[in-house]
Each structure stands twice: as structure tokens, then as C-alpha cells.
């Protein structure tokens, strides 16, 4: 098992800690928890959410690993790998 995406993982800060972006484009305000991409920032919603724009987010662009934007949570969450770091 490699966990070289998570020891790997860019840096990047969410483009919002407000909002699921993808929900709000489409007018849904259901989403349940934020998840932000570490390598372009991109936020969007949990699995546990209706549309879940965080996982669409990885299937389109390949972006391995996501961070939870929730107030005191600091996991991360590698789809390549199915690990959390």
C-alpha cells in the first residue's frame, strides 16, 4: 500500500469554508459537510450530501487527496488509495 499521496499532498487553501460552490450554483442548499482539494483549493460537498461535489471533484480532475474544512477536524482523505491520513 502506498500512502505516498497523502505524504505528498499539496497545500492548497480552500477557495471557501462557507459553501459548497457546486451546490449553490445548481441551488441545492443540502450539502451536509466541506471537503477542499489540496491541490487546487477546489471545495465541495460530503459523500454524505446529495450531489457529493467533493468526490465528483476528484473524478474529473484526478486530484488525489481532500482535507475536511469542518471546524476542528484535520483528516485527509486520499481516493487513489482509500486511506485517511
Not at 47 to 71: C, I, L, N, W
Amino acid at each position: 500500500m502506498s500512502w505516498s499521496h497523502l505524504t505528498e499532498a499539496g497545500t492548497a487553501e480552500p477557495s471557501t469554508t462557507e459553501v459548497c460552490p457546486d451546490c449553490v450554483a445548481i441551488g441545492n442548499p443540502d450539502w451536509v459537510h466541506l471537503r477542499a482539494c489540496l491541490t487546487c483549493g477546489h471545495v465541495g460537498c460530503c459523500d454524505s450530501s446529495p450531489y457529493q461535489h467533493a468526490t465528483k471533484h476528484f473524478e474529473q480532475s484526478g486530484h488525489p487527496v481532500m482535507r475536511s474544512v469542518q471546524p476542528g477536524e484535520s483528516w485527509r482523505w486520499c481516493f487513489v488509495d482509500e486511506e485517511i491520513g
